[in-house]
């Protein structure tokens, strides 16, 4: 069974940092592609960004483009997510997902097998 559990969310107020850490076990991290979704309250579950396996890799949201990176650490099981210039209405729940590995769009979460748990991210004045 495959275990993500998120941590570094919290309460910040505009333009500053966060970074999320997810950590994986219970399959070949090294093997899974790795993505970060973001849900706000009465909104569906969004793609942020996402990295290949072997980290080379990276695509982001048009929203987050410029403001988030992705990385990994395949020696630490851990895909990360550096938030700089945070805005308000990056205020949602952020989730880590393992990919499928199927074939499909990789921004939609269906592509997605394993999610963690969320971490809160508010941004607020």
């Known amino acids: 069974q495959v275990q993500l559990v998120e941590s570094g969310g919290g309460l910040v107020q505009p333009g500053d940092s966060l970074r999320l850490s997810c950590a994986v076990s219970?399959?070949?991290?090294?093997?899974?592609?790795m993505g970060w979704f973001r849900q706000a309250p009465g909104k569906e579950r969004e793609f942020v960004a996402r990295i290949t396996r072997g980290g080379s890799v990276t695509y982001y949201a048009d929203s987050v483009k410029g403001r988030f990176t992705i990385s990994r650490d395949n020696a630490k099981n851990t895909v990360y997510l550096q938030m700089n210039s945070l805005k308000p209405e990056d205020t949602a729940v952020y989730y880590c997902?393992?990919?499928?590995?199927?074939?499909?769009?990789?921004?939609?979460?269906?592509?997605?097998?394993?999610w963690g748990q969320g971490t809160q991210v508010t941004v607020s004045s």
């Open positions: 997902a393992a990919d499928r590995g199927t074939s499909g769009n990789r921004n939609l979460p269906l592509s997605y097998e394993y």
């Open positions: 219970g399959r070949t991290f090294s093997n899974l592609a």
